[in-house]
């Protein structure tokens, strides 16, 4: 008997000890990727089957005052929005009270003349078009309309690039070209059709029923940052001299890695918890188009089925992953890097560890599941 509880505790211990946890294994490609891209401070939150396995903070949250950052503190997610948008859209497509069909512009269209009278050729740009960036046009260059001419807000500037701006516009090409400009014609498509501000909607629609409070719009330009929002740091570009705010449907939300990890349990279709969305809904959101394989609505996709969004803003670095094999995923930094390589090294950043069948995930201090909707 002595003999067998003696092999028994010997094949526990090595069992135990050839298990990897991942604290360890994070905190080294962490700090490898903050110092190689000079990151100031960086959230992670994962989940496994919807249930949160990892949790953790790395850096500043203000350097200059040596406030570390952590788990609660807010960071821009730049165009991780995008995924809320499209879950906003389709979720007024599930309601009867609007289909990807609609056309969005003039008389037949769910804005009509609300932003004047477009230019003709604009009529016939769809809701699908818009939310898988096949219009070609509005493109994500030196010349986005998103980024130029602060002072004016979110309508006015939608009213000036489809009426007198538009002159030079031929045709709608109907080619895959990435467009800030059209996720923002979206939030006023949200707003037309549910009566409430784009933000009210969300919270109302989304992240009120699942209770996830904190996930909101970064403030205006003239109010600064929310109080536990952290600094952001870049050496190319000022950080604050951008309308954040008017961003809102493309890339204007401020949450916490642990928040939007769980927003993702709820758009994932894994089916652990209940999602804000069909599971017919969900397909057709992560279908790509035509145009592009590998980019659905608001979502990049591919053949192994996962699903991602990276978000880029001066003095912002983000992605979320949902992998098919039940884990997701949600990196936010609050530092942007000029170098080449800083999104293939962040999109690589976990998966080898995501991938280590040695890697012991259920540990006490991390395990919380997910609460289900009521």
Known sequence: MKYLICIFL????????????????????????????????LQIAITKNEKIVFQKSYGYADKENKIAVNNNHLFRIASLSKAITAVGIYKLI????????????????VLQNDFGTPKKVLESITIQQLLQHTTGLWTNDNNDPMFRNNAININDLIRDEITKNASSIKKVPNVYAYSNFGYAILGRVIEKI?????????????LKPIRLHSIKLAQKNELGTWQDE???????????????????????????ATDYVKLMAYMDGFGHTEDVLLPETIQKM??????NQNYASGWAVNSNNNWWHTGSLPGTVSEMIRGSNGFNWVVL????????NIFSDLDNLLWPIINNSDINWKTKIFMENIRRRR
């Not at 010997?10 to 110092?35: C, G, N, R, W």
């Open 94 to 109: 599930e309601q009867g009270k609007l289909k990807l069909e609609d056309q969005v512009f003039g008389q037949n269209g």
């Open 10 to 41: 010997l094949t526990f211990k090595l069992s135990f000890s050839q298990s990897l946890y991942p604290e360890a294994e994070i905190d080294k490609v962490v700090t490898h990727f903050m110092t190689t891209h000079k990151v100031v401070g």
């Open 333 to 340: 930094c609050n530092s942007s890097s000029e170098s080449p």
């Open 286 to 291: 992560t279908t790509p188009s035509a145009q």
């Open 230 to 256: 952290v600094k952001y740091y870049s050496d190319a570009f000022n950080p604050y001299n951008m309308n954040v705010n008017r961003m809102d449907a493309h890339g204007g939300w401020i949450a916490s």
């Open 194 to 206: 549910s009566g409430k501000s784009y933000e009210k909607y969300i919270q109302d629609a989304i």
